[in-house]
């Protein structure tokens, strides 16, 4: 007799050898219990779980002698002819090579006639999703609206490509992916039926390599017994499915964490001369080291990760030696390499480099204890005197960067005095003055940086002013006049009435105190003129605060206490719009 796979050989025959898919198995058996069977069905989920299986028993159970019922006795001769797939009145159709309409119109026809035997005639369309449009459309009726005597089983790995008018005519059923400890414990009770022994740790890769799906772990199985015999260990079983040892993953681990970059190369080379796909091992690496990541997070008794208590309590002392910030950088470098091994030519390459920038980061000095340092050096600095003293910089994406200290004592004001204005060429300005008496005072606290809150505050007050305003800009100030440049002459002549004049002051008065009463200075401009001596005030101010951080006694401290150097300084530019 042929030798059958094992996974012919132990494939389930009643809902209860299906493992892993009780909230499907549950929900048809109190289906047929209760007499609420639909006509039709759709089992999705991932390869091996279970679909087709499931299809068969729910046949059998409503075409076994002793039912309809939920608990199928196996040996009649209706269960015995759908385990072997010869019964007459159960057709198991294969949707990738029947998926045109001709095959169609062929199941349409042959629905109108009565089961030859048992109590319905049943079809089992495996792969739905591969039938063509015109397929789905010639079975839209049928499906709908079919002969009482006839039940559609459609299982399928892709439900998204079946047509929504399809979905919502079938009774929908998720399979799972069976869970590793699962899928171990049904290998090793086969196993012991079989009278064949792996180890607990072979038995794991297998699981582990199956990605939940219990027919391929039943194919893995086969391979192994046929490799190995029936006695097979950890080591047998990953020559035997060319994974890579665990102890090498582990090793690697170890390394990274440890810093050794030199060691972790060591690594690849041995997995690289040993013969291992390397994209598989980082794949593998990857996946553990996320594992890692998830035990520093969640704790070893997480149900975030399969792995047995060995595996969870080393990977746990690993991490612990480590920030989670530094673990989860350490996962970004990795998945990329993986990312790039698995399309490169050179996935060793790909790797090594990947090593070197692993560990470099990991030397990296991390955002939380650059704060501690922070605020060990503020706290040393407390009893410096207030004006020496820069304000903490506003946040910014941009690293290292400096923010320019910014005394705390009188406003600022442009230093050093602005030079005397230019006399504007005819085509390009026309001065105009509007000289308007004023008390003898300090020079304005009004400058090109505070212009623009202020026109602000004088849109909530007077609207009409401030669009004036906003087509406008402060050029300098000479003593107690403001000299303003308009670059529209309708917006010119409309603040230089006495009326809008008077206002201004006014809310300069009301903003900076009653003392102030400047004299306004209007004078047509361009945008040119204007942009120019806007860049020449922002490099002037930048070079200026630039040199003072540099010089300033707090550059230098941090330098100190961080052990490194300023290597650029970014100075957050004055809005002079």
Not at 348 to 355: R, S
Not at 427 to 437: E, F, K, L, S
Request: aromatic share 4%; with cysteine; glycine share 6%.
């Amino acid at each position: 007799m042929s030798y059958l796979v094992l996974a012919r050989k132990w494939r389930p025959g009643t809902f209860e050898a299906i493992i892993g898919q009780e909230h499907v198995t549950r929900a048809l058996k109190n289906a047929i219990r209760l007499d609420r069977v639909a006509h039709a069905f759709l089992f999705t989920g991932a390869r091996g779980v279970g679909k087709t299986t499931a299809a068969r028993v729910l046949a059998k159970a409503l075409q076994c002698e002793a039912g309809p019922t939920p608990e199928p006795c196996t040996t009649c001769r209706a269960c015995t002819e759908i385990a072997t797939g010869n019964a007459v009145d159960v057709l198991e159709i294969d949707g990738a090579s029947n998926r045109g309409i001709n095959e169609i119109r062929e199941l349409r026809d042959g629905v109108a006639y009565a089961p030859a035997r048992d109590r319905v005639k049943i079809y089992i369309l495996d792969e739905v999703h591969m039938l063509t449009q015109e397929a789905f459309n010639a079975l839209l009726k049928t499906l709908e609206e079919p002969q009482r005597h006839v039940k559609f089983i459609f299982a399928t790995t892709e439900p998204q490509k079946i047509p929504v008018t399809i979905l919502s005519r079938c009774q929908r059923y998720d399979f799972k992916r069976v869970p590793l400890t699962v899928v171990k414990a049904h290998l090793n009770e086969l196993l012991e039926k079989e009278g064949v022994h792996v180890n607990d740790e072979g038995l794991r890769v297998i699981a582990r390599e199956s990605e939940g799906s219990v027919r391929d772990a039943l194919s893995l199985l086969d391979r192994v017994i046929s490799f190995a015999g029936e006695n097979a260990d950890a080591r047998a079983v990953t020559d035997c499915l060319g994974v890579a040892d665990r102890a090498w993953i582990g090793a690697l681990l170890e390394r990274l964490l440890a810093g050794d970059a030199a060691g972790a190369l060591d690594v690849i080379a041995d997995v690289f001369q040993y013969g291992y796909d390397l994209r598989a091992f980082a794949a593998d690496a990857l996946e553990s080291l996320r594992d890692l990541v998830v035990v520093r997070v969640a704790g070893k008794d997480s149900r975030a990760v399969e792995l047995s208590d060995g595996e969870a309590e080393a990977l746990r002392a690993l991490g612990e030696r480590h920030s989670v910030v530094a673990l989860e950088r350490l996962f970004q470098i990795m998945l990329k390499a993986a990312d790039e091994a698995a399309s490169s030519r050179h996935p060793k390459l790909v790797l090594e480099m990947a090593i070197v920038r692993a560990v470099a980061a990991l030397d990296t000095v991390g955002l939380p204890e650059v704060l501690q340092r922070l605020e060990a050096l503020e706290a040393s600095l407390g009893g410096a005197p207030q004006s020496a003293r820069p304000i903490a910089p506003r946040a910014a994406p941009q690293a290292p960067s400096i923010a320019p200290p910014r005394p705390m004592a009188a406003p600022r004001s442009p230093a050093p005095a602005p030079a005397p204005a230019p006399a504007p060429s005819p085509a390009v300005a026309t001065p105009r003055a509007a000289p308007v008496a004023a008390p003898a005072a300090a020079t304005l606290p009004l400058d090109r940086t505070s212009w623009r809150p202020f026109v602000q505050a004088v849109k909530a007050a007077d609207p009409i002013l401030a669009s004036m305003l906003e087509n406008a800009d402060l050029l300098g100030i000479d003593g107690q006049t403001l000299r303003i440049g308009v670059a529209s002459a309708f917006f010119l002549s409309s603040l230089q009435r006495p009326a809008s004049q008077e206002r201004l002051r006014g809310l300069v008065a009301r903003e900076f105190g009653p003392g102030c009463q400047p004299m306004l200075e209007l004078t047509t401009t361009t945008q040119g003129t204007l942009a120019a001596e806007i860049a020449d005030k922002r490099r002037t101010d930048t070079d200026a605060k630039r040199e003072r951080v540099l010089s300033h006694p707090a550059t230098a401290a941090v330098v100190q206490a961080l052990d490194g150097r300023v290597i650029d300084v970014r100075v957050e530019e004055e809005s002079y719009d």
